[in-house]
C-alpha cells in the first residue's frame, strides 16, 4: 500500500491526517496517510529508508526551513520563499515544493479589495514565509511583525495608529488561538481595525479565533486557514502524482 505521511513537530491536533484518510476512502484510493512527528529531521533519512512505500510528504512546525538542505533538488519557488512544505519522494530522491502559498494566495485573492495595498504578517516563521511571497504576488506589499524584530521588520509597539490605518490586510502566522489555547491571540491594537480591514487567520481550530472576533467586532472582513490547508493539501497530492 502506497504511504504518505506528516513530519513535524508536535503534531496533535494536525489536519493532514483526517483529511487525506476520508479522501482515500472517498475516492477508493489504495493508500494510507501517517503522522510521523519528529522533533529533528536528523531522523528523515532513517525513517524513509523504514517506509520503502512512502511517496510524498507534508511537512509543518518546525521543519518548513530546516528540511531544505536534506532535499536533493527545490523548486525555483519553494527557494525563492525559504521554506518548502510538500515533498515528493522518486527513486530514493527528495524534491521539495511549498503549496502553502498556492493555497494562500487562492483563498485570500477573492476578499481583496482596491484599497488593499499594504499587509502586517504577524509571525516570521515557515509559513509566512509563502505568505509575504503570496502577497507580493498579489500586489500587497507586506512587512513583517516580530515579537523579536530584525532589520526590515516591525515590532508590536511599532503599530501605531497611523501603522494599522496605512496596513489594511493583517495575517497572522503565529500559532497563537490554536486550541486548546483559544484564549491567546496576537498583541495588535485592535481599536484601530475598521471595516476597510481584512484579517486572515492561518490558524483554522477553533473557526473563529480570537483574533478573527476582535476583528469582527471592529467591522472588519475575517478569514481563516481552512481553505487554504484545503487547497494546499490538493497542490500537494497533484505534486506526488504527476
Not at 7 to 21: A, D, K, M, R, W
Not at 187 to 196: D, T, W
Request: proline share 5%; aromatic share 8%.
Amino acid at each position: 500500500m502506497t504511504e504518505y505521511a506528516l513530519i513535524g513537530y508536535p503534531l496533535v491536533h494536525s489536519f493532514s491526517q483526517q483529511y487525506f484518510t476520508e479522501k482515500f476512502a472517498k475516492e477508493n484510493i489504495d493508500a494510507c496517510y501517517l503522522n510521523m512527528e519528529m522533533e529533528s529531521v536528523g531522523h528523515l533519512a532513517e525513517t524513509i529508508k523504514a517506509h520503502p512505500q512512502l511517496k510524498g510528504l507534508n511537512v509543518t512546525i518546525p521543519h518548513k526551513q530546516s528540511v531544505m538542505p536534506l532535499l536533493h533538488s527545490i523548486s525555483d519557488e519553494a527557494r525563492k520563499i525559504g521554506a518548502v512544505n510538500c515533498i515528493r519522494i522518486e527513486d530514493n530522491k527528495l524534491f521539495g515544493y511549498n503549496t502553502d502559498v498556492i493555497g494562500f494566495e487562492r483563498s485570500i485573492r477573492p476578499l481583496l479589495q482596491p484599497w488593499h495595498k499594504r499587509a502586517l504578517v504577524l509571525g516570521t516563521g515557515g509559513a509566512s514565509k509563502a505568505v509575504v511571497y503570496g502577497l507580493r504576488r498579489l500586489g500587497v506589499e507586506p512587512a513583517l511583525v516580530s515579537r523579536t524584530p530584525a532589520d526590515g521588520q516591525l515590532s508590536y509597539s511599532d503599530l501605531t495608529e497611523e501603522v494599522m490605518n496605512e496596513h489594511t490586510v493583517i495575517v497572522n502566522c503565529t500559532p497563537l488561538g490554536t486550541f486548546p489555547k483559544v484564549e491567546g491571540c496576537p498583541s495588535i491594537p485592535y481599536i484601530y481595525i475598521g471595516e476597510r480591514h481584512l484579517l486572515y487567520d492561518l490558524v483554522y481550530n477553533p473557526a473563529k479565533t480570537l483574533f478573527l472576533q476582535k476583528g469582527e467586532a471592529q467591522g472588519a472582513a475575517v478569514k481563516n486557514g481552512l481553505e487554504m490547508l484545503h487547497l494546499q493539501a490538493e497542490a500537494g497530492w497533484e505534486i506526488w502524482n504527476r
